[in-house]
């Protein structure tokens, strides 16, 4: 089946997209609202966009009838946001941080999540989120009733079974990040596999790197 996206319907566009780009990590982004209180919301279209300079991607849809979401003016107004991970032992309260709600409304509260004061930025970290990232709004793309938000990272913080003695490597059976499927569908990682080039194809690319360095 073909699929023309230049006629397409976008609720047809976003069905697909979301169905086969998959899976999709969950950022529970938390940011400063104008009263004070924390804000909190769900989000999966998030991904590492760089690592030099370290940056984050948001992509933050508008409530029905285009009108932004809290978090993403709160980020526009602060310039600031922090990305707490989510594994399967936070998803039923990282769900409830997923309710469209009026914006006094403190989510973190709601879901009985321990809020932290961030060490560079002005926004919250979730305590029980195994991996947290401080980031610096670094530009924001306006499209009709959504924005792609860029976020340095500046801060990171990662609960210490996570990580192997050394600080260096992930510890798969430790760090297990939930991430969407479709619908209301989610995965955790808890099936890995290593998959490693040839010793011949490391060895072939091992000579070009060698002689692209000359």
């Known amino acids: 089946m073909d699929f023309d996206f230049n006629t397409l319907p976008a609720a047809d566009r976003y ?3 979301t169905s086969f780009v998959v899976p999709r990590p969950i950022a529970l982004v938390t940011t400063r609202a104008l009263m ?6 769900p989000m999966s279209f998030f991904n590492v966009f760089a690592q030099e300079p370290p940056i984050l991607i948001l992509g933050i849809q508008g409530r029905l009838g285009g009108v932004e979401k809290d978090t993403a003016a709160n980020l526009r107004r602060t310039g600031e946001f922090v990305v707490n991970m989510v594994d399967k032992a936070l998803a039923d309260r990282m769900i409830i941080c997923g309710t469209a709600l009026a914006p006094e409304v403190d989510e973190l509260k709601l879901a009985g999540l321990t809020a932290v004061p961030a060490l560079q930025v002005n926004a919250s970290r979730v ?14 793309i306006d499209y009709p009733g959504r924005a792609i938000v860029l976020g340095r990272v500046v801060q990171m ?9 050394a600080g260096r490597y992930v510890v798969p059976e430790v760090y297990q990040p939930l991430a969407r499927l479709h619908a209301d569908n989610y995965i955790i990682p808890d099936r890995q ?3 490693k080039k040839p ?3 490391m060895a072939a690319e091992a000579e070009f790197l060698a ?4």
Do not use: Y
């Open 15 to 17: 069905r697909l997209l």
């Open 36 to 41: 004070g209180h924390d804000n909190a919301a």
């Open 127 to 140: 305590a029980e989120s195994p991996c947290i990232m401080e980031c610096k709004v670094e530009q924001i």
């Open 157 to 165: 913080q990662v609960r210490d079974d996570c990580l192997d003695a």
């Open 193 to 195: 596999f290593q998959l």
């Open 199 to 201: 010793a011949e194809m």
């Open 211 to 214: 002689g692209l360095a000359k």
